[in-house]
């Protein structure tokens, strides 16, 4: 039957028909499983979470717990899963905050392996493994296809590009550049990687192009400045209409001109209490119960701000021009 009868689950759940729950799996709260999911036993899914279809959630599992962060206040945050996941045994998957948008997200056709952890207002792209042990911290961006290896450990607000790998057993301190294969401590860009690029329907003269590209950035500029070197390799490849190495050279431009201690997410990081707001990306907000004054961030259209003092949700307007 869909739904064992050692599970529990909350009459607020939506669970649909051909999804099922195993024996000992609990269901707690606004929870959305749909078609073809399967909570195999031992499974816990809290709060407002959306599993999509075909997914499967091995045993121990947990996903929407509240988030392991000193600054969450109760707010209501949710997570979503994607379809045609796999989030294998003891996967840990923590809902999001009011300081990073109250989303947690994982794509479609994700392989997260055992023992990994998902922090709050994390955002998995589709396709994207994640090996045994693997623990990203809050904020972190995971780019399409990318492969984090076993134990690697990621600090907050890191981007990981796409079709990236990180060698297993790296620390991660930096963001990490699409198409690369990433080792070390801290980790950084070694070499191209060919198979994930291969895998992905790349040509090998565009193939060519990127390996050229690579070790013009990285391995043989010398002292000339990273800035610069994008540049010349732009220069030289922007004749190709459509060629990948201009994309490289964007995300190199972007990660220049918006990282702030190497990561481009902690931009959009709030003070912490008592603190003072990252950059211009951030205005202050009195609080309304407290009386004291937090940073919410500057964005185009409303959300939803919590205090850092006490926790009180706001409703912050837009930013104006």
Not at 22 to 51: D, N, W
Not at 102 to 119: F, R
Not at 166 to 173: D, E, F, N, Q, Y
Request: neutral net charge.
């Amino acid at each position: 039957m869909p739904i064992h009868p050692l599970a529990v689950v909350d009459p607020q759940a939506e669970v649909h028909p051909e999804a099922i729950v195993g024996p000992f799996c609990y269901v707690r709260g606004k929870v959305r499983l749909e078609a073809g999911v399967e909570l195999v036993s031992h499974a816990s899914v809290y709060g407002r979470a959306t599993i999509g279809a075909g997914t499967r959630i091995f045993p121990g599992a947990v996903i929407g717990s509240d988030p392991q962060d000193l600054k969450y206040k109760g707010e209501d945050s949710e997570v979503r899963i994607g379809e045609r996941c796999r989030l294998h045994e003891c996967v840990t998957v923590s809902k999001g905050t009011a300081t990073g948008g109250l989303v947690t997200s994982v794509g479609n056709d994700v392989l997260v392996m055992a023992y990994a952890h998902i922090a709050h207002d994390c955002h998995v792209a589709d396709s994207v493994v994640i090996a045994n042990n693997a623990q990203l911290a809050g904020h972190c961006r995971i780019g399409r296809k990318a492969i984090v290896g076993g134990m690697v450990g990621m600090h907050h607000f890191v981007t990981v590009g796409e079709l990236s790998i990180v060698s297993a057993m790296c620390g991660v301190r930096f963001d990490i550049p699409p198409y690369v294969m990433a080792e070390g401590t801290p980790a950084e860009p070694r070499s191209i990687n060919v198979i994930g690029l291969r895998r992905d329907g790349w040509s090998e003269s565009d193939i060519a192009d990127m390996r050229e590209a690579f070790r013009d950035l990285y391995h043989d500029r010398g002292a000339t400045p990273l800035r610069e070197a994008v540049a010349e390799v732009r220069e030289r490849f922007e004749s190709r209409v459509g060629n990948p190495v201009l994309r490289l050279c964007d995300w190199i431009d972007q990660h220049l001109e918006n990282a702030i201690k190497g990561r481009m997410q902690e931009a959009s990081r709030t003070a912490v209490v008592g603190g003072k707001a990252n950059s211009e990306r951030t205005r202050p907000v009195v609080c309304s119960h407290c009386g004291k004054e937090f940073q919410a961030a500057v964005r185009s259209e409303a959300f939803l701000a919590a205090c850092t003092h006490c926790g009180r949700q706001h409703q912050v307007e837009p930013a104006k021009g």
